[in-house]
């Protein structure tokens, strides 16, 4: 790595919205349609390297391309090393703070300049951060949202066939505990007693509600109980924790790894689930494995499966990767599954390449 020498000429970005093939109605909010920045990073030595991130909503790909440019500002002419340069940019933004859509764009930064890097060097990403390719495990996340129970009990058996998975997550947070309950019920009913089943509530409880609810799932045979209350609560998380039996899943709000330390030091949950582009891309999420590792906390990725998969790889407390398929229409390769384990693409890079026919039909203006 340290004969790959590259320097930054330029940053693009382009808006897309991709209408979802399942609509995703949670606790909080019902998804649509996926908002995603396309990000594509110019190097002097001709070499691109490319992510994409999660805008949430279409103003929020707005403001983090806003803040891309400040980035590029800042970074123009400099040599492309990751840890350096995630350092400069976050210094850069620091009035701005290091949560929020500020970290989220220096998060997709840090990701392009790792993807040049591993092009430069003919390797997929996992090899150029010192592990190996292997399928890692995965469970299905595209659906299964607030819906009656018979189609909750169809829609689980679609999902597990898309892609032979052995996992699939349902969405919890209905009106009562007997609705969540039955769905959950038909749901297991319809996939048998050993596909993996974690839940989801979407930061839609109270703690004590929370509480009430994990107990009557604690018999359920539930594989984790994710984000039931509001994410920064940690002294919530921990009650929660400690007082319901079934593992307690939180980390996709985390920014930064420091975010990670402060839960693991207040024993907030029993395992953890960083995301890309809000741990600190590349760079943060190396550094929270380190954390994971020391702590024994097992670790899964939140949503982007297509870098996601070679952050597992090198994740020594490696867990499940959650695999949606929200970018794959605008991908000219979309992720592979095969027997529930996603395959690492064994190009140089991260794998990702636009379909620029996909890109144009679903392109909005920034």
Known sequence: MTDI???????????????????LATRVVTI?????????????????GRTYLFGYTARGSVHMAALLHDILAMTRGDRVAP????????????????????????????????????????????????GRQRPILAYNSNGLGLIAPEAAAD??????????????????GRATLAEDLAALRAVRKAVGDNVLLPCDFNQGLSVAEAVRRGRALDGEGVHWIEEPIVYDDLEGCAKIAREVATPIQ???????????????????????????????????????????????????????????????????????????????????????????????????????AWNEDAVAKFAVEL
């Open 250 to 352: 939180i980390g996709e709000n985390f920014y930064g790894p420091r975010a990670m330390a402060e839960a693991i030091a207040a024993r907030a949950a029993d395992y953890m689930m960083p995301d890309l582009e809000r741990i600190g891309g590349v760079t943060g999420w190396l550094r929270a494995a380190a954390l994971a590792e020391a702590a024994n906390i097992e670790l899964s990725s939140h949503i982007f499966p297509e870098v996601s998969c070679h952050l597992l790889a090198v994740t020594p407390t490696r867990h499940l990767l959650e695999y949606v398929d929200w970018a794959a229409p605008i991908l000219a390769d979309p992720l592979r599954v095969e027997n529930g384990q996603v395959e690492i693409p064994d190009v140089p890079g991260t794998g990702i």
């Open 5 to 23: 020498r590259l320097a930054i000429r330029d940053i693009t970005v382009r808006s897309v919205l991709v209408p979802l093939a399942r609509p």
């Open 83 to 130: 840890v350096d340069l995630f350092a400069k940019a976050t210094k850069g933004l620091t009035l701005m703070g290091h949560q929020g859509l500020a970290a989220m764009a220096v998060s997709g930064f840090d990701v392009a300049c790792w993807d040049a890097l591993a092009r430069a060097a003919g390797v997929p990403l996992v090899t150029l951060l010192g």
């Open 155 to 172: 829609q689980a058996q679609a999902l597990l066939a898309e892609g032979g998975f052995e996992a699939v997550k349902i969405r919890l």
């Open 32 to 48: 649509e349609q996926a908002p995603l920045l396309l990000l594509d990073l110019y190097t002097e030595e001709g070499v691109t």
